[in-house]
């Protein structure tokens, strides 16, 4: 069994920073991408990034390229999500996944398990 445990969140000014983690147990880590999705009130959950078991390759969301940056500890079985020039639009509960690949074909697909979350809200 997988626990995948998000932390980080929080109420942050626009054009501030947070850093986001994701912390997993339960498989070997380093074997498989994790993703970050969020989840505004009344809308759909979309991808917002992902990073591939070692670290080699990253893919983000075309709204957040440039502004937000996924990185990983293997060692740590941590994976991070720098968040920059936060504007309130990426107000959202975060979530982090863990693919069933080492790399990621399709972000919406193959996914096998998720955290609870972490809210983070941006002010105007």
């Known amino acids: 069994q997988v626990q995948l445990v998000e932390s980080g969140g929080g109420l942050v000014q626009a054009g501030g920073s947070l850093r986001l983690s994701c912390a997993a147990s339960?498989?070997?880590?380093?074997?498989?991408?994790v993703g970050w999705f969020r989840q505004a009130p009344g809308k759909s959950r979309e991808f917002v990034a992902a990073?591939?078991?070692?670290?080699?390759?990253?893919y983000y969301a075309d709204s957040v390229k440039g502004r937000f940056t996924i990185s990983r500890d293997n060692a740590k079985s941590t994976v991070y999500l720098q968040m920059n020039s936060l504007k309130p639009e990426d107000s959202a509960v975060y979530y982090c996944?863990?693919?069933?690949?080492?790399?990621?074909?399709?972000?919406?697909?193959?996914?096998?398990?998720w955290g609870k979350g972490t809210l983070v809200t941006i002010s105007s």
């Open positions: 996944a863990l693919y069933r690949n080492t790399f990621v074909y399709d972000p919406q697909r193959d996914l096998d398990y």
């Open positions: 339960g498989r070997t880590f380093s074997m498989y991408a």
């Open positions: 990073i591939s078991g070692s670290g080699s390759r990253t």
